[in-house]
């Protein structure tokens, strides 16, 4: 006898903001909410599925336990509320998925704590074991010990990175819209809401991201764009729905599963089963071009689409290094390189290693191992640039050219991948000067003239630059010895360090911006 076919098991991570948690005024728990996210969870493991929650509210649920009306300023006003709260918190939760015999454990995390190769892997397995157990993990961020280079800020972040470090199936950011929307629907009328994003890039300019913050959390539509690019970049199908209605979690997931039936090539998930999002037919990014009919109902499978934004994984995810390098180290310094170099890069076969030939000069003190940005200079609007005709190879030496030591005037531009970088950071990218005395020119070290290895053109002293971070990666080199070999051929670094570990300043690249 056939047996009835099992719907495929996930990996789901759910993440409530402080708004579906405590009421903005009162800050009393939002009792009725709670409830519908815990029963929806047990319901999702009765059916086999593995759950995470991620669970903001600390600070919040510490506010009404001093009795008190408005968050604090400062930090250590608001890590002793979240520290009076978050035990308060995970009791709350321990008691309501109590009543239905479902296990819990509180899982605190801060940036530092995964920066560590070995503290990852540690709280990984943390987490594997305890999904295995059948335990549902609760994670918030140790807001007691997070101090800004530790911290992940928000917990759309938090919960994008934990996504992506048990390779979730899917991600639900559980919030007080539906999801996103072209304007800000409280305010006006004609606001749109996406259906499907294929590409967290190429919508940023059609939405509003000002929207819907409340006074208690830190997050927003833009921490959840932020979110859904990590998550998606690491295959983690990401999706913004209300948290009024936890239970179109399920109908969410069939909809999407009935979608896919349709799809004549469905993907792989991240655990090996069928992906139900990922294999999704390219739908709208807009609701002007999508398949529904004025009821809502989608056409193509006869279901009334429960409001939800999706945003489609990656069809190539991440590696989990490179993952781990883009998202969750907080990086020491940046590594200028030249065009070429970013090119190069950008091709899957340079296999993210960098030569020192690209090398333009670094900025910040980082040590061997350390995550560095990849940064590369921009002329400002006006200013013609052009290639040297040789650049385009890196690591190909380009005879009788000498190297030419930057210098320009600086106009640095916070990056577009880091939202985190403040004005302190700038000085990070200063650009290099001929006149920096503790920069040795590569001409002083009286190297012949077939090994210098230019890629740019000369810059004028009068043009101005701006500088954009363009990936991520490792460092196998500290910043004094990179600067060392900048621009040379891999063959110098034993002559000019002692010692050579590898022919590679910096490895593991990830590529956000290409060229
Ligand atoms: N860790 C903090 C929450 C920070 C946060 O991101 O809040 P939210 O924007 O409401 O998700 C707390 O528990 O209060």
Do not use: C
Not at 183 to 198: C, G, I
Not at 267 to 282: E, F, H, V, Y
Not at 305 to 310: A, G, K, L
Not at 395 to 417: D, F, H, W
């Amino acid at each position: 006898m056939a047996r009835p076919r099992q719907a495929p098991s996930n990996t789901i991570v759910i993440k409530l903001g402080t708004s579906s948690i405590v009421h903005e005024k009162t800050h009393q728990p939002l009792l009725s909410t709670l409830s519908a996210v815990v029963e929806t969870v047990v319901h999702l493991r009765e059916q086999g599925h593995k759950v995470v929650l991620v669970s903001s509210g600390a600070i919040g649920v510490g506010l009404k336990r001093m009795d008190m009306p408005h968050r604090p300023k400062g930090l250590s006003g608001k890590q002793a509320l979240a520290a009076i709260g978050q035990g308060r918190l995970i009791a709350l939760w321990d008691n309501l998925f109590g009543q239905l015999e479902q296990p819990i454990a509180q899982v605190l995390l801060t940036r530092g704590d995964i920066s560590d190769r070995t503290r990852y892997l540690n709280a990984v397995n943390t987490f594997k074991e305890l999904l295995s157990m059948g335990v549902v993990p609760i994670v918030n961020e140790n807001d007691t010990v997070s101090v800004s280079e530790i911290k992940f800020g928000d917990n759309d972040t938090l919960s994008a990175i934990t996504a992506s470090m048990i390779h979730a199936d899917y991600l639900f950011l559980l919030t007080d819209v539906d999801g996103l929307y072209t304007a800000n629907p409280r305010k006006d009328p004609d606001a749109k809401l996406l259906h499907v994003v294929s590409s967290v890039a190429s919508i940023r300019s059609q939405v509003s991201t000002s929207t819907l913050g409340s006074s208690l959390g830190t997050g927003g539509m833009e921490t959840k764009l932020i979110a859904a690019d990590i998550a998606t970049a690491a295959g983690v199908t990401t999706i913004i729905t209300s948290s009024k209605d936890p239970e179109s979690i399920f109908k969410i997931i069939e909809y999407n599963n009935a979608l896919r039936s349709g799809s004549s090539t469905p993907a792989r998930s991240q655990s090996g089963r069928s992906s139900p999002i990922s294999s999704l037919p390219t739908v709208q990014a807009l609701p002007t071009s999508d398949s529904r009919t004025p009821s809502g109902s989608d056409v193509s499978v006869g279901l009334v689409r429960p409001p939800h934004t999706v945003f489609k994984s990656s069809p190539a995810p991440l590696r989990d290094l490179k993952s781990w390098t883009s998202h969750t180290l907080h990086p020491s310094g940046s590594v200028i390189v030249d065009h070429g170099a970013h090119a190069v890069l950008s091709r899957r076969e340079s296999g993210g290693r960098l030569l020192p030939a690209g090398v333009l000069g670094v900025r910040g003190a980082f040590a061997s191992g350390q995550a560095v940005r990849i940064v590369v200079r921009k002329r400002l609007a006006g200013v013609v640039h052009e290639p040297h005709p040789s650049a385009p190879e890196l690591g190909t030496s380009t005879p009788n050219t000498p190297l030419l030591q930057a210098t320009a005037s600086v106009s640095s531009s916070i990056s577009t991948l880091d939202p985190g970088l403040e004005l302190s950071d700038l000085a990070d990218h200063a650009l290099p000067t001929v006149d920096e005395e503790a920069t040795p020119s590569v001409t002083q070290r009286v190297l012949p003239e077939e090994d210098h290895v230019l890629v740019e053109k000369p810059i004028d002293e009068s043009d101005e630059w701006e500088v954009e971070e363009v990936g991520r990666g490792l460092a196998n080199y500290n910043s004094v010895q990179i600067d060392k070999v900048k621009g040379l051929k891999s063959s110098y670094i034993p002559q000019l360090l002692g010692y050579a570990d590898s022919e590679y300043v910096v490895e593991n690249i990830t590529i956000r911006v290409p060229p």
